[in-house]
């Protein structure tokens, strides 16, 4: 049967007692599956910032009411709930906090490729109000805060867009 399928099945004969009724059935079959899903989902009202990240371009959102930046961005204003706008930045900003992470949580590929230890920095970008939370490629005893850092670009492929950005020391 095994040769049947492109799958693995692994049937293992047991030894049965004589009055066994059960005989038939003690075989263990264990087959090995290997599943591949592929599903779409939706970046929402933020795509542009994912796709103007593979124009090695960043971009926040700006309030027209009260004048905040987002950055990540929001397409609608934390503060006063009004509609924004999208405003290019130019990707410097400066080092607020940091952690040391010793274990990837290997949510996708990108984060499993991550080599630990690796740091994950909070970014205010110049003409920002919004710390931007990600991935700062530097070590971690080096870091002071209020160093300058900037983005940088991957090239790819990548699993997921946010990891066609990195941040590195300016
Ligand atoms: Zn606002």
Redesign the pocket.
Known sequence: MSDKVSNLIDITERESAADDIWTDFRPIERITLELAQRYHYSLGKQSRFFIELQNRRFFATA??????VCAPPRPL??????P?NWRELTGEGRLETWSTLHFSPGTNADVAALQTPYVLAYVLLDGADTLFPHVLRAEGESLRRGMRVRVAYNEGPVSHPIHLMVFVLA
């Not at 309030?63 to 905040?68: H, K, Q, T, Y």
């Not at 204003?77 to 009004?82: D, G, I, S, T, Y």
């Open positions: 309030c027209g009411s009260c004048g905040r204003c934390p503060a006063c709930l009004q924004t």
